[in-house]
């Protein structure tokens, strides 16, 4: 999964790619931003799960959330690299995705 996401994220790709296979984290940040402030990040958008209505509060955004707790994701791969303009990226791979509608993360 690493091996995925490490070219991609050294080509400076930073959106995900339709024809791939594996559910896709992407962040990008300033200054030591590390693997781990990237997936807390992520998991700051709990706050905007609710899970009875399988859905994000109005206006936000949760699926990167769902995507890292997605009970049937069995491997993640993940990335990180500087890239020339200072900021860092990082790309975590999932396996198999989540987020599919109509299925709840857990």
């Given at each position: ?46 706050q905007y799960y609710d899970y009875n ?51 709840r993360p857990y």
């Amino acid at each position: 999964m690493e091996m995925r996401s490490d070219p991609m994220v050294n080509n400076g790709s930073f959106h995900p790619c339709p024809e791939f296979p594996y559910g896709e984290n992407l962040a990008k940040g300033s200054g030591d931003f590390t693997g781990k402030a990237a997936v807390d990040l992520w998991v700051g958008e709990k706050q905007y799960y609710d899970y009875n209505s399988n859905s994000c509060a109005s206006g936000k955004v949760c699926g990167h959330y769902t995507q890292v707790v997605w009970r049937k994701s069995a491997r993640v791969g993940c990335a990180r690299v500087r890239c020339n303009n200072g900021w860092w990226f990082i790309t975590c791979n999932y396996d198999p995705p989540g987020n599919y509608v109509g299925q709840r993360p857990y």
